[in-house]
């Protein structure tokens, strides 16, 4: 059985065309027929299997098929989502080719190693977001700023509130006579901050 090769082509907007990623495509050599080269416009930020496109073509693929895309944003919305995608689609006998990556196979023992130093820095990336946001935090409250959403009543509507449960006032009632949420008054009665 011949090798049957897929592209997959996907531009954010509707003002964008992916003219070029096929031609890109097809002028590192790879021959693939108009039926086999899906495109789309979906946002980046959606994960591969959530693009209507790409999930129709993920099942259309078989063992020996062969994927080319020209960067690695095609397959995944992150590098945990593309490595993902790699995964799944090596599993069932995949070739994923990225040209980004010069055109190697992402699931050869190559391809597997450039995945990985990638993940690695995916994730450098996201703990270095979390340091910077943890050291903020931190010298926010250092400087005396209060953290969260601001209190929505003050201590003596809180004092009212609470006296007036006391004496069997009605969490609604509450509501609608302070303009707060039926959430807000049940916090006040279990005492928790409103």
Do not use: W
Request: aromatic residues 4%; proline residues 2%.
């Amino acid at each position: 059985m011949a090798t049957r090769t897929f592209a997959y082509a996907r531009v954010s907007t509707s003002d964008q065309t992916t003219t070029n990623q096929l031609r890109e495509i097809e002028a590192a050599g790879f021959h693939v027929e108009p039926r086999r080269a899906v495109v789309e416009t979906v946002s980046g930020s959606t994960s591969a299997l959530e693009r209507p496109g790409f999930a129709k073509l993920v099942d259309r693929l078989e063992s020996g098929d062969v994927l080319v895309v020209t960067k690695l944003d095609r397959l995944g919305r992150n590098a945990m989502d593309v490595r993902a995608t790699v995964e799944r689609l090596a599993a069932e006998g995949v070739k994923v080719y990225c040209l980004a990556l010069g055109g190697m196979d992402l699931a050869s023992p190559a391809g597997k190693m450039t995945m990985g130093v990638i993940n690695a820095v995916a994730e450098f990336e996201r703990d270095l977001i979390i340091e910077r946001t943890q050291a903020g935090l931190v010298r926010a409250k250092a400087e005396g700023k209060t953290l969260g959403r601001p209190l929505s009543l003050t201590a003596e509507t809180r004092q009212e509130i609470a006296r007036r449960l006391g004496e069997g006032a009605s969490v609604a009632s509450l509501a609608r006579e302070f303009e707060t949420s039926r959430q807000t008054v049940m916090r006040v009665r279990d005492g928790a901050a409103a």
